[in-house]
């Protein structure tokens, strides 16, 4: 436990434990948080299904999901889990909708955290995000912010759960990047791609995340780098897990 604890330093670790070690776990002070399973009997439906919806709720903490939506999201599985097993299609279809809008959500809010704060003498606008089907073209969900300082403009956005993503990996590696304009550098230690023709960078973090930050022609592109840097990609790293 005493490892677990050192490896996951920063995080904020719960215990999925049964009633008779709860005292003993909380004493090792090791643990943020518990959560007690009862030890359902092999034919305790309701006890099994308990146990489902916490799982549930755990990973969905995980994933950076607040209590209280996560306890939604799991209503809404549950509620298409007792549609489906009534025949009801269009109730299970509905259900899972109402889910799968409140994770996309809660995952927008979550990418919401990465984007930096305004520079000295820089305003910024109020963050946005956009969630929409992955299956539509250019969808997916991200947040971004706009920057400002004098004619100065930068935009940060951060995206994922987008079908570009295997585009975007093609045209990191592609030797074809270089004829078109594009060079590559290490940032943070990122390999981001910059584009002169509209003074934009661009990386793919963990495969799964694209980062892009463009300044307008006023804009340098040291400033627009500076952006880049201020970046925290490990955090970025830990949210695509």
């Given at each position: 436990?005493a490892a677990?604890?050192r490896?996951?330093?920063?995080?904020?670790?719960?215990l999925?434990?049964t009633?008779?070690f709860?005292?003993f776990?909380?004493r090792?002070g090791?643990?943020?948080?518990?959560?007690?399973?009862?030890?359902?009997?092999?034919?305790?439906?309701?006890?099994?299904?308990?146990?489902?919806?916490?799982?549930?709720v755990?990973l969905l903490g995980?994933a950076?999901?607040?209590?209280?939506?996560a306890?939604?999201?799991?209503d809404?599985?549950d509620?298409?889990?007792t549609?489906?097993?009534?025949?009801?299609?269009?109730?299970?279809l509905?259900a899972?909708e109402a889910?799968?809008?409140?994770l996309?959500?809660?995952?927008?809010?979550?990418?919401?955290?990465?984007?930096?704060l305004?520079p000295?003498?820089?305003?910024?606008?109020?963050a946005e995000?956009?969630?929409?089907?992955?299956?539509?073209?250019?969808g997916?969900?991200?947040?971004?912010?706009?920057?400002?300082?004098g004619e100065q403009?930068v935009?940060?956005?951060?995206?994922?759960?987008?079908?570009?993503m295997?585009k975007?990996a093609?045209?990191?590696?592609s030797?074809l990047?270089a004829?078109?304009g594009?060079?590559s550098?290490?940032i943070?230690?990122?390999?981001?791609?910059y584009?002169?023709?509209?003074n934009?960078?661009?990386t793919?973090?963990?495969?799964?995340i694209?980062?892009?930050?463009?300044?307008?022609?006023?804009?340098?592109?040291?400033?627009?780098?500076?952006?880049?840097?201020?970046?925290?990609f490990?955090a970025?790293?830990?949210?695509?897990?």
């Open positions: 436990m677990i604890r490896h996951h330093a920063g995080d904020h670790v719960t999925l434990t009633q008779p709860a005292d776990a909380e090792t090791h643990f943020d948080a518990d959560r007690i399973d009862r030890r359902a009997a092999p034919l305790d439906i309701g006890g099994w299904l308990r146990l489902r919806r916490l799982l549930l755990l995980v950076g999901v607040p209590a209280a939506r306890d939604q999201i799991s809404d599985i509620k298409a889990a549609a489906w097993r009534a025949h009801d299609s269009q109730g299970t509905t899972l889910a799968t809008t409140l996309r959500q809660a995952r927008a809010d979550a990418l919401k955290t990465l984007l930096p305004p000295p003498g820089w305003t910024a606008d109020p995000t956009s969630t929409v089907s992955a299956e539509m073209l250019g997916g969900t991200s947040a971004s912010r706009t920057y400002h300082n403009q935009q940060v956005q951060i995206t994922t759960d987008s079908p570009m295997q975007m093609e045209l990191i590696s030797p990047a004829s078109a594009v060079k550098e290490t943070g230690g990122q390999q981001v791609s584009t002169n023709s509209d934009s960078f661009m793919l973090v963990a495969d799964k694209i980062v892009k930050v463009d300044g307008n022609k006023a804009t340098p592109e040291a400033t627009v780098r500076s952006f880049v840097a201020s970046l925290d490990d970025a790293k830990k949210l695509a897990q």
